[in-house]
C-alpha cells in the first residue's frame, strides 16, 4: 500500500557529504512522522533523524548530532538526510521509515512505531 524508495547512497571519504532521498508513494505521506535508521554489519538498526509531518520538529541521534541534517518536501512526498563531515563510522544500510502514527511526536527513536520501511541505501564512507 505504501513504499518507500530510497536513493543517493554510495561511496565517499572522510569528510564528504552525501545526500539521501526517500520518495513515497501509495498513501498520503504528509500527516506522517518520518524517520531515517542505519544498520552496520553485525550492529543493531540505530535511530538517526526524525521529522514531524510539517517539518517544524526534528530529533537527531547524538552520533549525527551537527553533522547530518533531515528535511521534508510534502509537496514531493520526499525527505531527506543530509550528512555532512562523514566518518567511516556512518558506514551502514540507511533506511527511510514511516511512522505508524499519524502526525505523532512521541518515542520517535523507536523502530517498533514504524510501519513501513523503505529497501536500504548503502553509505560507504572510506579513511
Known amino acids: 500500500q505504501v513504499q518507500l524508495v530510497e536513493s543517493g547512497g554510495g561511496l565517499v571519504q572522510d569528510g564528504d557529504s552525501l545526500r539521501l532521498s526517500c520518495a513515497a508513494s501509495g498513501r498520503t505521506f504528509s500527516s506522517y512522522t518520518m524517520g531515517w535508521f542505519r544498520q552496520a554489519p553485525g550492529k543493531e538498526r540505530d535511530f538517526v533523524a526524525a521529522?514531524?509531518?510539517?517539518?517544524?520538529?526534528?530529533a537527531n541521534a547524538d552520533s549525527v548530532k551537527g553533522r547530518f541534517t533531515i528535511s521534508r518536501d510534502n509537496a514531493k512526498n520526499t525527505v531527506y538526510l543530509q550528512m555532512n563531515s562523514l566518518k567511516a563510522e556512518d558506514t551502514a544500510v540507511y533506511y527511510c521509515a514511516r511512522n505508524m502514527y499519524a502526525m505523532s511526536w512521541f518515542n520517535v527513536h523507536d523502530p517498533t512505531r514504524y510501519d513501513h520501511w523503505g529497501q536500504g541505501a548503502q553509505v560507504t564512507v572510506s579513511s
Open positions: 521529522i514531524s509531518w510539517s517539518g517544524g520538529r526534528t
